[in-house]
T-cell receptor, first 107, second 116 residues
Framework: SQQGEEDPQALSIQEGENATMNCSYK?????LQWYRQNSGRGLVHLIL?????REKHSGRLRVTLDTSKKSSSLLITASRAADTASYFC???????FGAGTRLTVKP | GAVVSQHPSRVICKSGTSVKIECRSL??????MFWYRQFPKKSLMLMAT?????????EQGVEKDKFLINHASLTLSTLTVTSAHPEDSSFYIC????????????FGPGTRLTVT
């Protein structure tokens, strides 16, 4: 299984701070995706990074990929209370998700 | 954008009855749809993958006779929970992919099932 595993499991920060969460996977990949889930809702696709990319930006999101370590990180800069959600990664076509990182941004 | 809807959003049923949940891709054709269940504060658990016009592929441990999946068209997949029990109470989420070569999934808003 290429299931991504996120850490930390939970992260609590103050509004305005940056939040960093990590994802590790087991085998070689073509791409890795990050998703967000607000409580009681479906997942929303945030960003996809390909195996030949090392870093990708989308607004306040920055994703890095280190294929040698089989890991990726998602950085949310200048966090807002609305960023409070669970974040998941998924590798390639594997539709299995890890436990996710529950981010709480306190106003 | 790509929108996926689910119906109903919430359903309460009695033990022993069956419940059907619909998943529709509203503005694109989905060759593949996925069904997940999620317990409170837990991750999504993939139940099955359904391809249009063929039988669903179930994950290990998921009873295919209990969770019937039908993907009759490129825009509709249904999940029927048969003879529901209280332990089937959960949040069920579907997702859709445009074509087999695509990676991005579009998720429905989920269906909260409560079995009394």
């Amino acid at each position: 299984s290429q299931q991504g595993e996120e850490d930390p499991q939970a992260l609590s920060i103050q509004e305005g701070e940056n939040a960093t969460m990590n994802c590790s996977y087991k085998t070689s990949i073509n791409n890795l995706q990050w998703y967000r889930q607000n409580s009681g809702r479906g997942l929303v696709h945030l960003i996809l990074i390909r195996s030949n990319e090392r870093e990708k930006h989308s607004g306040r999101l920055r994703v890095t990929l280190d294929t040698s370590k089989k890991s990726s990180s998602l950085l949310i800069t200048a966090s807002r209370a609305a960023d409070t959600a669970s974040y998941f990664c998924a590798a390639n076509n594997d539709m299995r998700f890890g436990a996710g990182t529950r981010l709480t941004v306190k106003p | 954008g790509a929108v996926v809807s689910q119906h109903p959003s919430r359903v309460i049923c009695k033990s022993g009855t069956s419940v059907k949940i619909e998943c529709r891709s509203l503005d694109f054709q989905a060759t593949t749809m996925f069904w997940y269940r999620q317990f409170p504060k837990k991750s999504l658990m993939l139940m099955a993958t359904s391809n249009e016009g063929s039988k669903a592929t179930y994950e290990q441990g998921v009873e295919k006779d209990k969770f019937l999946i039908n993907h009759a068209s490129l825009t509709l997949s249904t999940l029927t929970v048969t003879s529901a029990h209280p332990e089937d109470s959960s949040f069920y989420i579907c997702s859709a992919r445009r074509d087999r070569g695509a990676y991005e999934q579009y998720f429905g808003p989920g269906t909260r099932l409560t079995v009394t």
